[in-house]
């Protein structure tokens, strides 16, 4: 090799060179970090790998996935047992595993996908269902405000000779959907008649782990009325990547090549199939606690006087600010300026195997002292209107 073309190579790798952990430490400090989620209420994509948990994770295999990896086949293949399916595919996220999913069920459009308008795979997956897979939606509202019914999912869906009409295809459930837990009897009556139309169930189960934990129910149970589950590691489970798909062994391999297409075939994915065996191991059994905590975290704002719009029936509560006077900007504005500052979205209160206890108790405390200062100053609780809001109507008294 020529002098000339060495310097140059050398040059070349100055130049890509990257000492990413002196560039970033200690700027982002993970000690602090923890700390930082231990006290975040936004969502519990948020929560991370423990040392254990990539100590653990590291002991993975190392194969390349798109070849079939083994730690991570034995993942798909126990997730496949435990929800009672034939086979199983790691996803790199809960939108690939739910878009992937409708894909493989929808062969020859026109079609529509059924299901609730607060659903993930309708309203948060940047209009995955017309982009890949030309699908058009028809979102239900529940009249019960709390999950779509027999009677509704009857009414909504298409079918029939009327060609102005997109038949529906798929009908897709979210259990748990804003934390709450769809009754699996209704699961059960919306899939016999959904199933006797010839309509494939989905169930977007990215949560579905805190039904099973709280409920005591299987997964298999739970899993039995859908043809294809999405399960997500990365949320209440707390792994840092990854969702798994569940189905016919047919669907699974069609699954596969769609994931291939999509650009979601992965190469090392031991060392996240190794972090989700560890959070299903030693994470699924924290959330009984979790919910516990979100129930204290419930109980502790009635007792101030705060609205509940969605009860806490695992790790998420909904609360209205406006009861007490104020709104989710000052309640986070408030929160942000705290000696240990608490981190928080709007009515989404989110639980998770990483919140503190303290962080609870330092949240109820903030919203008495804030509940507190608006009665003094003359806030007079309104009475729930017959449409059951009270955000609009709030009343100041002119003291
Ligand atoms: C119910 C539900 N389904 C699917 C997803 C999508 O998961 P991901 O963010 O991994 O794409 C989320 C994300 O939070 C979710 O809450």
């Given at each position: 090799m020529s002098a000339t073309l060495e310097k140059a190579r050398d040059t070349v790798a100055d130049l890509v060179k990257l000492d990413i952990l002196s560039a970033t430490t200690p700027a982002f400090d993970n000690d602090i970090t923890r700390k930082q989620i231990a006290r975040t209420f936004i969502s519990d994509t948020i929560t991370v790998p423990t040392k254990e948990m990539y100590a653990y994770a590291t002991l993975s295999s190392l194969g390349d996935d798109v070849y079939h990896e083994p730690t991570t086949l034995e993942l798909e293949a126990?997730?496949?047992?435990?929800?009672?399916?034939?086979?199983?595919?790691?996803?790199?996220?809960?939108?690939?595993?739910?878009?992937?999913?409708?894909?493989?069920?929808?062969?020859?459009?026109?079609?529509?996908?059924?299901?609730?308008?607060?659903a993930h795979?309708?309203?948060?997956?940047?209009?995955?269902?017309g982009f890949h897979s030309g699908a058009a939606v028809t979102p239900l509202i529940p009249k019960n405000g709390h999950h779509i019914t027999l009677d509704e999912v009857k009414a909504?869906?298409?079918?029939?000779?009327?060609?102005?009409?997109?038949?529906?295809?798929?009908?897709?459930?979210?259990?748990?959907?804003?934390?709450?837990?769809?009754?699996?009897?209704?699961?059960?009556a919306?899939?016999?008649?959904?199933?006797?139309?010839?309509?494939?169930?989905?169930?977007?189960?990215?949560?579905?782990?805190?039904?099973?934990?709280?409920?005591?129910?299987?997964?298999?149970?739970?899993?039995?009325p859908f043809d294809s589950v999405s399960l997500c590691f990365s949320k209440g489970l707390g792994a840092p990547i990854g969702s798994c798909l569940?189905?016919?062994?047919?669907?699974?391999?069609?699954?596969?090549?769609l994931r291939k297409l999509f650009g979601g075939g992965m190469r090392q994915t031991g060392i996240l199939a190794g972090s989700a065996a560890y959070a299903l191991t030693q994470n699924f059994p924290l959330l009984p606690r979790v919910h516990a905590l979100t129930r204290k975290l419930?109980?502790?704002?009635?007792?101030?006087?705060?609205?509940?719009?969605?009860?806490?029936?695992?790790?998420?509560?909904?609360?209205?600010?406006?009861?007490?006077?104020?709104?989710?900007?000052?309640?986070?504005?408030?929160?942000s300026k705290l000696s240990d500052p608490l981190h928080l979205g709007g009515s989404r209160l989110v639980v998770?195997?990483?919140?503190?206890?303290?962080?609870?108790?330092?949240?109820?405390?903030?919203?008495?002292?804030?509940?507190?200062?608006?009665?003094?100053?003359?806030?007079?609780?309104?009475?729930?209107?017959?449409?059951?809001?009270?955000?609009?109507?709030?009343?100041?008294r002119s003291n």
């Open positions: 126990h997730i496949a047992k435990i929800t009672g399916k034939e086979a199983g595919l790691f996803m790199p996220s809960g939108t690939a595993s739910n878009q992937i999913a409708l894909r493989s069920h929808l062969k020859q459009p026109p079609y529509a996908v059924l299901c609730d308008h607060r795979i309708y309203k948060y997956e940047a209009g995955g269902a909504g869906m298409i079918y029939g000779p009327d060609v102005h009409f997109a038949p529906t295809e798929v009908v897709a459930l979210e259990n748990t959907l804003n934390g709450t837990i769809f009754p699996q009897e209704e699961v059960i919306i899939s016999n008649f959904v199933h006797s139309k010839g309509v494939k169930m989905h169930l977007d189960g990215a949560r579905i782990w805190h039904v099973a934990a709280e409920t005591g129910t299987s997964l298999e149970e739970l899993s039995r569940v189905g016919t062994r047919e669907f699974i391999s069609r699954a596969r090549r419930e109980k502790g704002l009635e007792e101030i006087g705060v609205g509940i719009t969605s009860r806490a029936e695992t790790c998420m509560v909904f609360y209205d600010a406006y009861s007490i006077g104020t709104d989710y900007d000052e309640i986070a504005e408030r929160a998770h195997i990483q919140t503190s206890e303290q962080a609870v108790d330092d949240f109820l405390a903030l919203i008495a002292e804030i509940a507190k200062e608006k009665k003094d100053a003359g806030f007079v609780k309104p009475t729930t209107q017959a449409n059951g809001l009270v955000r609009d109507v709030y009343v100041r």
